[in-house]
T-cell receptor, first 112, second 114 residues
Framework: SQQGEEDPQALSIQEGENATMNCSYK?????LQWYRQNSGRGLVHLIL?????REKHSGRLRVTLDTSKKSSSLLITASRAADTASYFC????????????FGSGTQLTVLP | NAGVTQTPKFRVLKTGQSMTLLCAQD?????MYWYRQDPGMGLRLIHY???????AKGEVPDGYNVSRLKKQNFLLGLESAAPSQTSVYFC?????????????FGEGSWLTVV
């Protein structure tokens, strides 16, 4: 069963614009992770935010977490054509990594 | 710097045939996983292993078997392939079982069952 659900399913923006993707989940979590997947490739870990954190930055990435609303957002600033990929949130419940549940992803297209 | 390597990358099977997907990691990770990815479904955990000689069922284990005879290898077997097993399969590994640890993925294996 999917815990995290990304929104929107697809997003198309111009290079230089910011891209925001959202993830909603249903049950309490220990942490939330964002992964990126280029077409035909494996997933690559981007950033992890723990349930006691509200915001985290990594380069052009900004992740927020609102546990009261059970939602997270991933912001990519000053997007580049190379950012074109699918982005997945994965929610982790306390304990084992087998509890890491992936959403169905947001397909981001950055137009040059 | 190979990371997680999966073979084969592409395979076409006839219904009822068997095959094995091989996963190898060179990061000395204890934990390894097999996921499948289907359109609109995200990644679903098939089986996982918490160490050499151990395996456990994930979310969608039916129709699959796994073995972890060596720490660096995790094999996924399909004994009698079915069209419903057409999917992209990803192997992954992590240092720890804690869900707060990064999972490293292979490049995927595309399997078509006709």
């Amino acid at each position: 069963s999917q815990q995290g659900e990304e929104d929107p399913q697809a997003l198309s923006i111009q290079e230089g614009e910011n891209a925001t993707m959202n993830c909603s989940y249903k049950t309490s979590i220990n942490n939330l992770q964002w992964y990126r997947q280029n077409s035909g490739r494996g997933l690559v870990h981007l950033i992890l935010i723990r349930s006691n954190e509200r915001e985290k930055h990594s380069g052009r990435l900004r992740v927020t977490l609102d546990t009261s609303k059970k939602s997270s957002s991933l912001l990519i600033t000053a997007s580049r054509a190379a950012d074109t990929a699918s982005y997945f949130c994965a929610t982790g419940t306390s304990g084992s990594a087998r509890q890491l549940t992936f959403g169905s992803g947001t397909q981001l297209t950055v137009l040059p | 710097n190979a990371g997680v390597t999966q073979t084969p990358k592409f395979r076409v099977l006839k219904t009822g045939q068997s095959m094995t997907l091989l996963c190898a990691q060179d990061m000395n990770h204890e934990y390894m996983y097999w996921y499948r990815q289907d359109p609109g479904m995200g990644l679903r955990l098939i089986h996982y292993s918490v160490g050499e000689g151990t395996t456990a069922k994930g979310e969608v284990p039916d129709g699959y078997n796994v073995s972890r005879l060596k720490k660096q290898n995790f094999l996924l077997g399909l004994e009698s392939a079915a069209p419903s097993q057409t999917s992209v399969y990803f192997c992954a590994s992590s240092y720890s079982s804690l869900s707060g640890n990064t999972i490293y993925f292979g490049e995927g294996s595309w399997l078509t069952v006709v």
